[in-house]
């Protein structure tokens, strides 16, 4: 364990314990009584960066979906659990030395959380091996991590508690398999490309205006052609837009627009080749 850790460990223990501070207990007079109430911390207190890696298997038709989790220098709580909303079709999960699967009562997400406090993601420290198969293309998804909160031991246990049932976490948005689009028509899939690029160019996904008018462009020029039935030149103008892509590719955009834009991209293709 670095010094960075140790130290940071040490830190929370002491706003642990320290009054008023990492949790709370106060008293109020309700009906004459006087009432001792504990707020419980929020689990929100982190910063962070996740990044997602997609490939085809040996079987192209099984994608795998790896998340690299960084807990950033200025968190102030070690995350220990992981959740990714919104999935379809999940076939199988691995899960990270040090860390347990999550059982999940919904069959749309896949979580997982650390064995033990040796296991979770100090600030300025990263995990991946977080991994989804799947036969569904990416979409855009949630996902929600949360910071690590010390149980609270009581001298005297008070008369209430608050935010007992609302440890919200952080919230973020990543890809994850939503669909397989087998019936929908190639314009109904263009239309999906379409709000793929819409919302990476409106977030920060994509940060360079100039490349989203340039991929904005093919893809008008992709829908003009569909338009007029004209599958042939509607290919063409697409695989021009799947060049640009590998282009930029880990260099001006980040690996989930490459995955969410490509792949799809690739599926509308072979849809316009039938």
Not at 7 to 13: P, T
Not at 122 to 135: A, L, N, Q
Not at 220 to 235: C, T, Y
Request: proline fraction near 4%; charge should be negative.
């Amino acid at each position: 364990m670095t010094c960075k850790i140790i130290v940071f460990k040490i830190l929370i223990l002491l706003l642990w314990l320290a009054p008023n501070c990492y949790s709370q207990i106060r008293t109020e007079v309700i009906g004459g009584d006087t009432v001792t109430i504990f707020r419980f911390e929020s689990e929100d207190k982190v910063d962070i960066e996740l990044k997602t890696n997609l490939k085809q298997k040996e079987d192209p038709s099984i994608f795998e979906y790896n998340y690299d989790l960084k807990s950033l220098d200025n968190s102030i709580q070690e995350i220990y659990r992981f959740k990714i909303f919104g999935l379809e079709n999940v076939a199988s999960t691995e899960t990270p030395i040090g860390w347990f699967k999550l059982n999940s009562t919904a069959n749309n997400s896949a979580g997982w959380a650390s064995k033990d406090s040796l296991n979770r993601i100090s600030p300025d420290e990263r995990k991946d091996g977080f991994i989804i198969r799947s036969k569904n293309l990416p979409g855009i998804v949630n996902f929600k991590v949360w910071g690590w909160v010390p149980v609270p031991v009581f001298d005297e246990v008070p008369d209430s508690t608050e935010n007992s049932s609302s440890f919200d976490g952080k919230l973020g948005t990543t890809i994850g398999p939503v669909h397989l689009p087998d019936k929908k028509t190639a314009n109904e899939l263009l239309n999906t490309l379409h709000s793929y690029l819409s919302f990476s160019c409106d977030t920060t996904w994509i940060e360079n205006q100039g490349i989203c008018n340039s991929l904005q462009a093919k893809l008008e020029n992709v829908q003009e052609q569909v338009a007029q039935n004209n599958n042939k030149a509607a290919g063409n103008n697409l695989r021009a837009f799947l060049n640009q892509l590998n282009a930029l590719k880990e260099k001006q955009i980040s690996s989930e627009v490459y995955a969410l834009l490509y792949f799809n991209g690739v599926f509308l293709k072979e849809r316009l080749e039938d």
